[in-house]
């Protein structure tokens, strides 16, 4: 089974500095990564996703996440926040033999101007 | 155009009543879902269904009964409403035929339960 933490609840950062979300995760084969976004009042929507090939992801909206299997980890990204990234952050694990996805706590980003 | 849609937005009521949330999806996809997002935003999966049959159903009281009429619908049946039944239920759907989870889920814009 596998397991996603996400190393704090609650991120902030200046309108143009470096946006970083961190995720660990635990599996016992090579998994399959995910980062969602979920703005207030509204689901959840893919940002971007691993599961094989090229270890630097590129996703939407300036956002990418490299995935270091030595580290287990799938950080996330953004050279230079804007505004408008205020949302909360899922990060997710998928076993490719199992059904299930593990979601992460999440991490509120805010912004300030 | 919705490509997950989910009724209704909100929804309040009183303990011991029975509710009903409807989702639909317009993308052609294969599997479809039921999570359960708690006031600290913990998302956690309650059903999945691909092509109608139930593949995934975790640890949920058996007040909780989804049903898949076809393979774009999947309602969610709630008897018995508790206190702690409070929270945002999400519909999401997938491509994955196989239940190979690689495909992204695209989101409902949830329903806001409140039980009073």
């Known amino acids: 089974a596998q397991s996603v933490t996400q190393l704090g609840s609650h991120v902030s950062v200046s309108e143009g500095a470096l946006v970083l979300l961190r995720c660990n995760y635990s599996s016992s084969v090579p998994p399959y990564l995910f980062w969602y976004v979920q703005y207030p009042n509204q689901g959840l929507q893919l940002l971007l996703k691993?599961?094989?090939?090229?270890?630097l992801v590129k996703g939407i909206n300036g956002f990418e996440a490299e995935f270091k299997k030595s580290e287990t980890s799938f950080h996330l990204t953004k050279p230079s926040a804007h505004m408008s990234d205020a949302a909360e952050y899922f990060c997710?694990?998928?076993?490719?033999?199992?059904?299930?996805?593990?979601f992460g706590a999440g991490t509120t980003v805010t912004v300030r101007a | 155009d919705t490509a997950v849609s989910q009724t209704p937005k909100y929804l309040v009521t009183q303990m011991g009543n029975d509710k009903s949330i409807k989702c639909e999806q317009n993308?052609?996809?294969?599997?479809m879902y039921w999570y359960k997002q708690d006031s600290k935003k913990f998302l956690k999966i309650m059903f999945s269904?691909?092509?109608?049959?139930?593949?995934i159903n975790e640890t949920v009281p058996n007040r909780f009964s989804p049903k898949s009429p076809d393979k774009a619908h999947l309602n969610l049946h709630i008897n018995s409403l508790e206190l702690g039944d409070s929270a945002v239920y999400f519909c999401?759907?997938?491509?994955?035929?196989?239940?190979?989870?690689?495909?992204?889920?695209?989101f409902g814009n949830g329903t806001r339960l409140t039980v009073t």
């Open positions: 999401a759907s997938s491509q994955d035929g196989t239940g190979a989870h690689y495909s992204p889920l695209h």
């Open positions: 269904y691909n092509n109608k049959e139930l593949i």
């Open positions: 691993y599961t094989t090939g090229a270890t």
């Open positions: 993308l052609g996809h294969d599997t």
């Open positions: 997710a694990v998928s076993d490719p033999n199992d059904y299930k996805l593990s």
